[in-house]
């Protein structure tokens, strides 16, 4: 079946419907377009301010009895604005597909709140197309409904113009005007290009989906995608399309895998993509990372993701190293200040030198710039009750009841 045969249609001359039958072809087809990969799901759609999509600071995702998502870690909501590639990365089993899944509509948030500011939503299905006997090209222009509807209004047009009905000539010249807009003429070349980005021989495209192996029938539900209303809009903005796209380069070679990030950079809707492949996440422009349950909002690339997170961490190694040394020798000064109180018992020089070693360890802790907290910089010292003469009451010597550190 050669691939022009997908979107041409015949039409077969003048028949015998009426015209009420072709009023109601008429209103059918002058219904707004929508993605059908939308439809199956019920899109958390809202006011998102101008943004795609929008995650709440408050957002709280659970699987069970197991909380994966806690809300942003900076206590602000995350905006991913009209044609940025966010990149959604973390840890297996942190919650990635299952966010995915909060915005595709397909499982709701336990708390807070997930937006989607677009109708035009197309997401990776994970079960590929499985048990479909229709060819390569056929299923990858199964989900192109913008093209088929537009397609069948220049139809009905057509035939209404045969029939002589009012005002048919004005509903042709709409009808052409939203194929060309929507590139029907083109649709063909479009699926035949895709197909080969994703590594499909000509023969390869005219064989039956369930003849293919896992593998390649997940790259034809990824062309799908790219090729639905969602993945095929060349609207901008809250307009144009949002793909979600969850792991979507497990299956491809190097090459595909090259086609696919080139092709994501030249797309003008907004993208999701869940990845662990650093060379697909190359492409992206924001990254929010998913780490001990809170959402991390990166702004910038992927390498700047990365330089930013390694920074934090060696601050994060460097305030807990900190932190180890302020407490060594902490207990390094007990040590050394448990004095023995009968040396010192009648005069004041053992206070003078305890509060004077203190000193000069603060001291020496300011000028390194080392931040002590509340509970490393108290230390108390507990003297026990003793007056000159009372000798016989001192403890004896070595013990530490005299004087101590707590």
Request: proline content about 2%; glycine content about 10%.
């Amino acid at each position: 079946m050669r691939a022009n045969a997908l979107v041409s249609r015949r039409a077969s001359g003048l028949s015998s419907s009426t015209s009420k039958h072709a009023r109601n072809r008429r209103r059918r087809c002058d219904a707004p377009l929508r993605s059908t990969d939308a439809d199956a799901f019920e899109i958390p759609f809202g006011d998102t301010a101008g943004a795609v999509v929008t995650l709440s600071d408050d957002i709280r995702v659970t699987t069970g009895d197991n909380d994966l998502i806690l809300g942003t870690h900076d206590g602000n909501a995350i905006r991913i604005e009209p044609g940025e590639i966010c990149g959604v990365v973390g840890a297996n089993g942190s919650g990635k597909s299952t966010l995915v899944k909060v915005l595709s509509g397909t499982r709701g948030a336990s708390d807070g709140s997930a937006r989607v500011g677009t109708r035009l939503v197309g997401v990776l299905e994970q079960v590929g197309v499985s048990g479909s006997t229709k060819t390569v090209e056929e299923e990858a222009f199964s989900r192109m409904s913008h093209v088929r509807e537009a397609e069948s209004a220049r139809e009905d047009a057509l035939r209404e113009m045969e029939l002589g009905l009012d005002g048919a000539a004005e509903r042709l010249a709409n009808a052409n005007a939203r194929y060309e807009a929507v590139g029907g003429g083109t649709a063909a070349k479009r699926v035949a290009s895709t197909l080969k980005g994703l590594g499909f021989s000509d023969d390869m495209m005219r064989a039956p989906c369930d003849t293919l192996s896992g593998g390649w029938q997940m790259r034809v539900a990824l062309a799908r995608l790219l090729l639905s209303p969602a993945g095929d809009s060349k609207d901008k903005g809250v307009n144009g399309g949002l793909l979600l796209l969850d792991e979507p380069s497990n299956h491809l070679d190097s090459k595909s895998k090259m086609w696919l990030a080139d092709w994501i950079k030249n797309f003008v809707g907004t993208v999701v993509l869940v990845s662990h492949d650093e060379e697909l996440l190359a492409c992206v422009n924001r990254v929010v990372e998913i780490r001990s349950r809170k959402l991390h909002n990166f702004k910038g690339d992927y390498t700047r993701f990365l330089k930013e997170r390694e920074a934090t961490n060696v601050a994060i190694l460097f305030t807990i190293s900190a932190r180890r040394r302020v407490a060594t020798s902490i207990a390094s000064a007990r040590r050394r200040l448990t004095i023995d109180v009968s040396t010192f018992l009648g005069s004041g020089d053992w206070c003078r030198h305890a509060r004077a070693s203190l000193l000069r360890r603060d001291r020496a802790f300011r000028a390194r710039g080392t931040s002590r907290n509340d509970e490393e910089r108290r230390v108390v010292m507990r003297f026990a009750t003793a007056t000159r003469g009372s000798i016989e009451n001192a403890p004896a010597r070595g013990s530490i009841g005299g004087a101590m550190m707590r």
